[in-house]
Structure formats: C-alpha cells, structure tokens
C-alpha cells in the first residue's frame, strides 16, 4: 500500500479535475476496508467516555486508520465527531448520548428572539472536548491522517437543535422577520466557528483538506446542509436557506451541498455559481443508484459534479447510464478484494 504521501500525489490531480468538473475516463472512486488481519480496535459501552473522553477517542482513531487499507482516492482521515448535532453543543446546548451512533441537543432557547443571544460558548464541555480532539489529533497528523472538522450543520438546523423543529417552523410564518435575522446570526457564527476550526487543523501542516465526506480537496471544504429543509417547500427554501447556503459557500475554497433525501431544492442550488458539487444521500430504503439516473444527469447538466454512495456492482451501470464526468462513488463497506478489483478496473493501476 502506498505510504501517505504518495497516495496524496496519485490522487490530486484526479480530484483536483473532478472538483472542476473536467473530462475524466473513469469515475472518481473512495473506498476503504479495515485489513483481513486487523488488530483490535478499542469500544466499550460507555457512551460518555466514546464520545467525549479524548484519550480513548484518539485512541480508537488511530488504531482505526492503522489497521485500514485505502483504495483508489481515498485519504486516511479523522472526523472530529460529536455527533451530527455538535454545533447546537459548541453553541451551549447539553447533549445526550443516545447510544454509539448518535448524540442528541437538549433544547434551551425559549424563543426566536432568544436565539440571537447565542453565541460560540468557548467554556462548554463540548467546545472545550472538540477543540483539545482536534488539537491533539492534529499534532500527530503531519504525513499521516487529514483531520475534519466537526459537524457544524446548517443555521436553521443549528437554531433547531437549540430552540426546537416545530417552533422554528411556526415562526417561520408567523415571524419570518425575525427568523431571518436568527439565521443572520447563525450563518455568521457558522462561519466564524469553521474558520477558528480550519487553523487548528492547520497545525498539522499536510497538503489540502477534507471534511467528514472524507474527500479530499486543494482547499478548505466542508458538506453544507440543511437536514431541516426536508420540512419546507421550494420557495421557503430559497427565501430562508438559500442565501446563507451562498454566502457560506463563499466562506471556503471546495464547497459542496450535502442533499439528504429531498430532490426538489436543487433547482435554487444548481443556480449556486460558488456549488462546485451536490452530495446526494436518499436515505434508508432509496439507497439504489439506479433509482436517481435522471436526477444525476439533471445535476450533470449544469456542470455540477456529484459524490454518490454506491456498492461496487453498481459502478458500472452508473457509468454507462449517466457518464463518468464529474462522478464520484463512495463505496459502501467494500472487502479488499472487492477494492482491489475497483482500483485495477477503473484505472488505478
């Protein structure tokens, strides 16, 4: 296997392409499977001390990228992970460790007003947990592992993890005023929070960066979202969302919109200069490619590239059905062998 350096010379190029939607032979191809004779990686049942306990989160990291082969593009990478909602924490929110897969915010704001106090609270147990994994990730990283940053959501995700779904929705008609300036507010902090997290995992020197999409990128990159824009039409989409979705598109070099199983806001994202990608993730039960050949040419149209989550038989009939310009597949739990065979088939050498 190569070492991290050379796999950082074999893939930029390639990536650099795909992010401008250049003419490419083959899709773009990140797939990664632990070894055949993996040592053990550290667990245990307490959620407190896998989620938030530094030492053993490093721990278990390492040990994850050590006993993990890369295949094609991928890069061995740390997400900094507090759970899908981390940002509604590092805002002041208490969180509850549901089990090993997610961590939930406990609501705080009373109002929309309210949520304009809100700041990035640096003397949080989850700002404070953050920053030292990232710090101490990132002091080991150089020529080793790119680190991510946390998730950070979107502002009308990160206003409902703190303030509440439904009430966010109900003022979103009766006081769309004031929830504009709430999500004013947000998108600034969002960007304030991803350009402090940016310099700490500069520390570690490498070439490039990569969000928790674990694609790598020349420069600063991150999957923006707005999971709670599954609940709102079109034209609240684009009068709420829309514009902050630009503005922090413009905060970073590599931007890409991570959709979560709703297909109809693309048309204001695809009108988005600044996207240079859309990340489609149907959601359970929806997960087969072949379902989405349109919407993919649909996206490919505007020269907008696109990172689907695809198993290896199904690379084939993407290709031939929609092209390989601008794709990228991120294989679903490959084995080595499987990998090994993608990297052969589609120009890896």
Request: charge should be negative; proline fraction near 5%; hydrophobic fraction near 40%.
């Amino acid at each position: 296997m190569k070492t991290f350096s050379e796999r950082l010379i074999a893939i930029e190029e390639r990536l650099k392409n795909w992010w401008e939607f250049g003419k490419q032979e083959y899709p773009c191809i990140v797939a990664r499977a632990l070894k055949d004779d993996h040592g053990p990686i550290p667990d245990t049942d307490d959620l407190a001390r896998f989620w938030s306990d530094p030492d053993f989160v490093i721990d278990r990291q390492m040990k994850i990228i050590d006993n993990t082969n890369y295949y094609c593009d991928a890069v061995p990478f740390h997400y900094i992970d507090f759970g899908a909602s981390a940002m509604a924490g590092v805002l002041g929110a208490q969180m509850e460790y549901v089990n090993k897969e997610a961590v939930w915010p406990l609501e705080f704001v009373k109002s929309i007003e309210e949520s304009l106090e809100v700041g990035i609270e640096r003397e949080s147990f989850v700002y404070k947990t953050i920053i030292e994994m990232t710090k101490r990730s990132a002091a080991i990283s150089k020529d080793n592992h790119f680190v991510t940053p946390y998730a950070l959501g979107g502002p009308a995700d990160n206003i409902a993890g703190i303030y509440g779904t439904q009430p966010l929705l109900m003022d979103m008609v009766t006081k769309p005023e004031k929830v504009k300036r709430a999500l004013e507010h947000m998108k600034r902090l969002w960007i304030k929070a991803f350009n402090e997290i940016n310099v700490v995992i500069e520390l570690g020197d490498n070439r490039g960066y990569c969000g928790w999409a674990e694609i790598w990128a020349p420069g600063t990159t991150f999957p923006i979202q707005e999971d709670f824009s599954y609940m709102i039409s079109v034209d609240m989409f684009s009068e709420f969302c829309i514009p902050h979705i630009a503005d922090i598109a413009d905060a970073m070099d590599f931007p890409f919109y991570h959709m979560d199983g709703v297909t109809h806001h693309i048309v204001p994202l695809l009108d988005l200069a600044m996207l240079k990608v859309i990340q489609w993730d149907p959601g359970p039960g929806k997960e087969r490619l072949s379902l989405w050949y349109d919407f993919f040419k649909h996206i490919l149209s505007r020269k907008k590239s696109i990172q689907v989550y695809g198993t290896a038989g199904e690379i084939d009939e993407l290709i031939s059905t929609v092209g390989a310009r601008g794709v990228l597949v991120i294989v679903s739990d490959p084995t080595n062998e499987e990998a090994e065979m993608m990297a052969e088939k589609y120009g890896y050498g």
